[in-house]
């Protein structure tokens, strides 16, 4: 099977490095929840609500869609490396690897 | 102080449907929403999208399928507490209960529903020092009625259909409009955005894109004063304001429910599937809110569960007694 590796930054800046399979067409979001990270994913992956959204710091990934773009421009803090975890497949890491924070501003 | 026989908390389809349910059974319900509009997720989060497993339609609006609803329960007149937002719940004599608002509304009720959905609508907020203590003293996040801004120097920021519909209104009543985007340019709403450009061009409001808000200053009352921005390669500057409105949509929090003293699972409310009530008898949650062994959050299963919720309620308020059951084939449905 084919893995991606992702390393990802928690809201109190703890790294982890996880290994997920890609060829199921699972999305960055469901990933991160899957492996027990606190992602609401309030719309259920439709790009509307922004609780899944992350920080890129490394790895090639696809362009931002423009409903996805919409969403991440309604943001008071809206970052160049802002994502939406939701509207990433894994299969789009064309690097196999990626670095990614969790949206730190995110409350409890 | 309002009386009534159930108080809803959550103005969600589900929160609208129970109303229905519990009126069959000749109940009396006052519904509050932090919110000024009815229909929780899909009013806010996806009006416009079309949802296809509500029995007896193919396919509905969101936003159609709660005008129906309110249709649906008319006939029984509820009350309704919008912009409520609940913080209070108390046992007070008589087996009753005693829900209160943070603007102070207080609604007594023989039974409690919380049908909070993913709790409260918040705003998003900006990440600026101060913000806290400015909010009721210049900074709101939502506008109920904009004629308070009559005259007064407005600051609003944010870049989504929101933010460009309400600097339209605001344009005919501020004395002083600016408008805030931190990108160059508007995504949605092409016409709305090119409206906006237009009355700024005629001098009628000021638009500042590519621009942050910095920090915001207050007077010698603790009043809002001025907001200090900056556009991308020029200093920041500050700009004098009564007002600061921050649009950046509204993103749901457990909030007040989770100090209530009931049994939470994961920030859901444990409930027994006979009657959906809680740890606490006369308090009941369906929807979203609740957890039980095999929950689905879906509208048909908070419908479902609004159904035994009402039968629940009825035994609690009168003493045990069962409710008679009936179809609406044949009583019809009589308002209160
Ligand atoms: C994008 C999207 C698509 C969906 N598609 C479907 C679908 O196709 N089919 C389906 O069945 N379901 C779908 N759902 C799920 C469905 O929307 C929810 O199951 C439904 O909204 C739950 O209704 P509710 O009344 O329990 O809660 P909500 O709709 O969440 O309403 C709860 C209300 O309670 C208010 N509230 C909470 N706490 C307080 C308080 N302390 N004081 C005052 N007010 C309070 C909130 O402000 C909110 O308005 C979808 C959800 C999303 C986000
Ligand atoms: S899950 Fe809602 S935007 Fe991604």
């Known amino acids: 099977m084919q893995e991606v590796q992702i390393t990802v930054i928690d809201a109190s800046g703890t790294a982890q490095e996880l290994a997920f399979p890609t060829g199921m067409g699972l999305s960055l979001m469901e990933a991160l929840k899957s492996a027990g990270y606190p992602v609401e994913a309030v ?5 509307l609500c922004a609780t899944c959204r992350v920080e890129w710091q490394e790895g090639t990934v696809s362009e931002p869609t423009d409903a996805e773009l919409d969403m991440l421009d309604t943001l008071p803090d809206q970052q160049p490396t802002s994502r939406l975890g939701c509207q990433i497949r894994l299969e789009s890491l064309t690097d196999g690897q990626a670095i990614l924070r969790l949206n730190p501003s995110k409350k409890d | ?45 996806y009006p416009k999208k079309p949802i296809y497993d509500i029995p007896g339609y193919p396919s509905i609006l969101a936003g159609d399928l709660i005008d129906r609803l309110m249709e649906q329960i008319a006939p029984f007149q509820p009350g309704f507490g919008l912009g409520q ?30 049908a909070g959905g993913l709790g409260c609508f918040e705003p998003r907020k900006p990440d600026l020092p101060g913000l806290a203590a400015l909010e009721g ?22 870049g989504g259909d929101s933010a460009l519909d309400w600097t339209l209104q605001l344009a005919e009543i501020a004395g002083d409009l600016t408008l805030v985007h931190r990108n160059s340019s508007f995504r949605g709403a092409p016409e709305s955005a090119a409206r906006v450009q237009a009355l700024a061009d005629a001098g009628r409001l000021r638009l500042l ?13 603790g009043n809002l004063s001025s907001v200090t921005v900056q556009t991308q390669g020029q200093p920041a500057w500050s700009l004098e304001a009564d007002d600061l409105i921050p649009l ?3 993103t749901p929090q457990l909030g007040p429910i989770a100090d209530w003293g009931l049994a939470l699972d994961a920030s859901a409310i444990q409930v027994q599937t006979d009657n959906f009530q809680t740890s606490v008898p006369g308090i009941f949650a369906i929807g979203d809110i609740n957890t039980y062994p095999g929950k689905l959050k879906l509208i048909l299963s908070g419908f479902h569960e609004a159904a035994l919720m009402a039968h629940g309620a009825y035994r609690h308020i009168h003493g045990g007694a069962k409710p008679s059951f009936k179809y609406t084939t044949v009583t019809g449905v009589s308002g209160l």
């Open chain 2, 248 to 250: 950046y949509g509204l």
């Open chain 2, 85 to 114: 937002k609940v913080v209070g719940l108390e046992a007070v004599e008589g087996g009753r209960w005693k829900v209160q608002s943070e603007n102070g509304e207080v609604v007594l009720a023989g039974a409690v529903v919380i």
């Open chain 2, 209 to 221: 894109t590519s621009t942050a808000l910095v920090s915001l200053e207050a007077n010698a009352a």
């Open chain 2, 137 to 158: 003293r210049g900074v709101t996040y939502m506008i109920r009625d904009p004629e308070v801004f009559r005259g007064r120097r407005v600051v609003l920021a944010g």
């Open chain 1, 43 to 47: 719309c259920g992956g439709m790009a």
């Open chain 2, 1 to 45: 102080m309002l009386e009534t026989d159930v108080c809803i908390i959550g103005a969600g389809p589900v929160g609208l449907f129970a109303v229905f349910e519990l009126g069959l059974l000749r109940l009396k319900a006052y519904v509050m929403d932090t919110l000024p509009v009815v229909g929780g997720q899909l009013a806010e989060i």
